[in-house]
């Protein structure tokens, strides 16, 4: 799978298990951030975002630091799951 097509995969993956029914993949941007001026997420979708690494991916992300380095954006998102080897 290329880094796109795993972008494209964890667009639909967020849309759906954070309920964003009103908006499609191509509404994200996959360098955008996902916190903020984003997409606009919060605490507790930070953790179901941490819990998609897990169920989906097979990864976990216990130390915080790093969590919010990994959920930066789509595409650290994308680059993390590449770099250990579960994509």
Do not use: C, H, W
């Not at 997409?39 to 979708?45: E, H, K, T, V």
């Amino acid at each position: 799978m290329t880094q796109e097509e795993l972008i494209e995969q964890l667009k639909g993956q967020i849309i759906k298990n954070l309920s964003l029914e009103d908006l499609t993949p191509g509404d994200i941007d996959a360098d955008g951030p996902l916190f903020g001026e984003g997409l606009g997420l919060d605490s507790i979708d930070a953790i179901e975002l941490v819990l998609l690494l897990e169920k989906e991916y097979g990864i976990k992300v216990e130390d915080p630091r790093k969590r919010r380095e990994v959920l930066t954006s789509i595409r650290t998102m994308a680059k993390f799951i590449e770099a250990n080897g579960k994509a």
